[in-house]
């Protein structure tokens, strides 16, 4: 479904991203860990079309999407949910998910989207007429979820969903996500937390320096002893 070979990213004179490459196929949940600064984020943002690899190719859906604006990428099939989760803090709830279905014209569609959303997340749906500033992390990280799925994505990217929040709300999220997946989402799921991300999802990528040094299914990472030691802290 997505397939991004040897990328290159810059932010000016910075290399973030030295030769990438992964895949991702549909109806998978596929996790990229790795340390802070190790180029999980750009990857991202890579694909999103927020910051264009100089280098490379990203194909989606047999299309190279590489040189595509952010809309265009949207319109394609791709939504991302960015880190620090970036919803409108002075709309409502119901606002900020309709944000999400900006591209969209099909006014029943959007209507049922909307729906589906205060079905994932029932707190959602108390707290339509508040200000998404109000929504504390966690509900404030299930809004950004159900914005991204107003766009109906082939394919979701989660930029560390977990961050900041506590582990039984972490847990709710991971669990929707799998769901969101069983219902035919794929998903590339960015993590800090490794053994959350690697539990839930069918294969990883570890990120280093801004290229891939491990691969594999998930349980195979979960059981190698580098990755136990560097990124879960077990030996
Ligand atoms: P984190 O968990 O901290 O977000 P990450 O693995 O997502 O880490 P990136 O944010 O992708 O890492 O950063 C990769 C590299 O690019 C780092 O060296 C970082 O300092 C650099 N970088 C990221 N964003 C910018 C930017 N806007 N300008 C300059 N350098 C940047």
């Known amino acids: ?11 000016g004179n910075i290399h973030a991203l030295k030769g990438v490459t992964l895949r991702v196929e549909k109806g998978e949940i596929v ?3 790795g340390a802070n600064g190790a180029g999980k984020t750009t990857t991202l943002m890579s694909i999103s079309g ?6 490379g190719t ?3 859906l047999d299309e190279d999407v590489t040189r595509f604006t952010t809309e265009k990428i949207v319109a394609r099939g791709i939504t991302q949910v960015p880190e620090g989760r970036m919803i409108f803090p002075r709309l409502t709830v119901r606002e900020n998910l309709l944000m999400g279905a900006y591209l969209r014209k099909d006014k029943d569609g959007i209507k049922a989207g909307e729906e589906r959303a205060y079905e994932l997340f029932p707190v959602l749906r108390e707290r339509r007429t508040q200000m998404g500033g109000t929504l504390s992390g966690g509900e ?3 809004l950004a979820i159900g914005r991204a799925l107003m766009a109906q994505p082939a394919l979701l990217l989660l930029d560390e969903p977990s961050l900041g929040l506590a582990p039984m709300v972490v847990e709710n999220i991971f669990e929707i996500i799998q769901q969101i997946n069983a219902e035919g989402v794929t998903v590339m799921l960015v993590e800090q937390n490794a053994q959350m991300a690697l539990q839930i999802s069918h294969r990883g990528y570890v990120l280093e320096t801004g290229a891939v040094i491990l691969e594999g299914p998930s349980a195979d990472l979960l059981a190698d002893p580098k990755v136990r030691l560097a990124y879960l802290g077990l030996d």
């Open 1 to 11: 479904m997505l397939e991004l070979r040897d990328i290159h990213t810059y932010y």
């Open 31 to 33: 996790c990229l860990i």
């Open 50 to 55: 927020v910051t264009p690899p100089r280098q």
């Open 58 to 60: 990203v194909a989606f």
């Open 140 to 142: 404030q990280q299930m």
